[in-house]
């Protein structure tokens, strides 16, 4: 009686396999990327080589795209780039083979899968913003990339206005310069006169007068006096 009981155990269990199964051996038909997750928009963790063989360990039942295995590391990949052997020959995996190949249908949580597969991975760091969806991230990612660029060109501007400025300055400290200089020269020769003018009662008649050329001159002047 209880060998009996062990066959029908064995047998019911034989039975039962193909639905316990966890996974079903398939095959890329392209070079195609295994992803973070089901869609094209994850990012890439590997290229599968055309008629490479993965392990699918499971397929959503409303998107075509399966949890594959390949080479130790995890990923998704469109169902239309797998095919599964299926009475003696090669189908693209869908739906209505999950069943027939024991192919489990199963669930994806960013949470989960990349806490389990991709913690090395460098955007495991962004992993809450991926968790609201791909379509959410780059969303948040070009508005992130608005407001840095409105920044940077925020940032340019003011550099540039501080540059005008700064140049400005400098034009006004160098003319300032110029004025007092041309100012202080003219002193000079307002007081070289008077001083000559002052002394003219003394020196009439006397040939070694200056001449105001003498203080309007500059070296290589031709109009002055060699």
């Known amino acids: 009686m209880r060998n009996l009981f062990v066959k029908i155990a ?6 039962l396999a193909p639905a316990l199964a966890q996974a079903a051996e398939g095959y890329s038909t392209a070079n195609v990327n295994m992803r973070a997750g089901p869609s094209t928009r994850y990012p890439a963790v590997a290229v599968i080589p055309a008629g490479s063989s993965v392990e ?3 397929c959503l039942s409303d998107l075509n795209w399966c949890d594959v295995e390949f080479y130790g590391g995890r990923g998704w990949v469109s169902g239309q780039y797998v095919q599964a052997l299926y009475q003696q020959r090669r189908i693209y995996v869908g739906p209505q083979y999950y069943r027939p190949l024991g192919i489990p249908v199963i669930r994806f949580s960013v949470d ?5 597969y991709y913690r090395n991975r460098d955007f495991y760091r962004e992993r809450d913003r991926w968790s609201r969806g791909p379509d959410y991230y780059y969303r948040d990612r070009d508005n992130r990339d608005r407001d840095r660029d409105r920044d940077r060109d925020n940032r340019d501007r003011d550099r540039n206005w501080r540059e005008r400025d700064r140049d400005r ?3 006004d400290r160098d003319g300032d310069r110029d ?5 202080q020269r003219d002193d000079r020769q307002r007081d070289d006169w008077q001083r000559y003018d002052r002394q003219g009662d003394d020196r ?5 007068r200056p001449d105001r050329r003498d203080f309007d001159c500059r070296p290589g002047d031709p109009s002055c006096d060699q």
């Open 56 to 58: 699918i360990r499971g």
């Open 10 to 15: 064995a047998a019911g269990l034989f039975m």
């Open 204 to 208: 009439r008649g006397d040939d070694r």
């Open 169 to 171: 300055d400098w034009r």
């Open 112 to 116: 989960n899968y990349w806490d389990r």
């Open 179 to 183: 004025r007092r200089g041309d100012n």
